[in-house]
Structures are given as structure tokens and as C-alpha cells.
């Protein structure tokens, strides 16, 4: 028959280890006096007040953190197809009174003047449209009310200005398409 053998009796040396381990050497190395289940304990109740409303957190993080980025990658599409491209032209509503670009509609009927002769009764009126282009320098398209002899007709000039050179040129003068003066 088999029997079991005896149990293993712990020698001297390591009942005085195992006693050194659960006891301090000295009372200033206990906390508070207490025993360490009791530490233990504090220990897990503060790391359960803690951890339960960081656990909360980043389950919220998780789950509201995909539907922000979403929003944001849309916003982001969404100003990238409203920004114009990068030397496209530009329409410019509500810059028609701004004194720059009156004085460069004024240049461009005055060179157009210039340069025809049989135009020498046209003046400039007003500013109607304008819409511009980033070039070397700036590209304006500049639609102009003019009079020509008692008549209101309706001009687009193109005049590329360089103002760092304090350089101007009109490019193009022509008859608006399909458009009427209104007064």
C-alpha cells in the first residue's frame, strides 16, 4: 500500500525568514500601526474610487473620440471645397467701392483710351464685379460701368498689378458678355 509521507517539517532558519517577512524590524517601518491587510485594503479603496470614474472616462473617450473625428474630417472637406484653389481666380464681392481697386478701374479705362483712339468718349463710372487671381503679383478681372457718348455700357478689363515694383499693366479690355447697363 502506498502511504502518504509526512509533511515536510520548515527548519529554524526559514521560520525566522518567513517571520522577518511579515513583520517589520522596527515599529517606525509599520504605518500608521496598522497591519498590512489593513493597508491593503485602504489601498484598494482608493484605487477603486479612482479607477471607477477613470474607467468611465475612457469608455466615454472611446466612444464619443471616433464620431469628433468624423466631425472634424468633415468640417475640414467641407472649408477645402469652399477655398478656392491655390492661383485660381476668385469672385471678390463687396471690394466694387474699395478705393485700390476703383483707381486700378479708372488705370484701365484710361490706358484703354490711350491705346484706341476712336474710344476717346468712354468714362468711367463705377466698379460693377471683381475677381482676382494670385500670379506674380495679382491678376484682377474688373467688369466696369463706363458712359460712352450718353450710352451706359458695361466693359471687362484684366490689369496685373505688382505693387511691391509699382507696376501695373492692362492686360485685356473688352466689351462685357451678355451684359446690360442698368443705371
Known amino acids: 500500500d502506498w502511504q502518504r509521507p509526512p509533511p515536510l517539517q520548515p527548519s529554524a532558519a526559514q521560520i525566522e525568514h518567513s517571520r522577518r517577512k511579515t513583520e517589520p524590524a522596527s515599529p517606525l517601518l509599520r504605518r500608521c500601526g496598522r497591519p498590512r491587510s489593513m493597508e491593503m485594503r485602504r489601498y484598494h479603496r482608493v484605487l477603486r474610487s479612482v479607477a471607477a470614474p477613470a474607467l468611465l472616462l475612457l469608455l466615454l473617450l472611446t466612444l464619443v473620440l ?25 469672385d471678390t464681392p463687396g471690394a466694387e467701392n474699395d478705393l485700390r481697386i476703383v483707381d486700378l478701374a479708372r488705370f484701365a479705362v484710361s490706358e484703354h483710351k490711350n491705346r484706341t483712339l476712336q474710344n476717346a468718349l468712354l ?7 471683381l475677381k482676382q487671381q494670385v500670379v506674380a503679383g495679382m491678376m484682377y478681372y474688373i467688369t466696369i460701368q463706363v458712359n460712352e457718348g450718353g450710352a451706359k455700357k458695361m466693359y471687362e478689363a484684366k490689369v496685373w498689378e505688382q505693387p511691391w515694383m509699382d507696376f501695373k499693366k492692362l492686360m485685356e479690355f473688352r466689351p462685357a458678355e451678355g451684359a446690360s447697363a442698368s443705371a
Open 123 to 129: 468714362e468711367f463710372e463705377k466698379v460693377v464685379k
Open 66 to 90: 471616433p464620431f469628433i473625428q468624423t466631425q472634424m474630417q468633415s468640417a475640414r472637406e467641407k472649408a477645402a471645397d469652399e477655398l478656392p484653389l491655390d492661383g485660381g481666380i476668385v
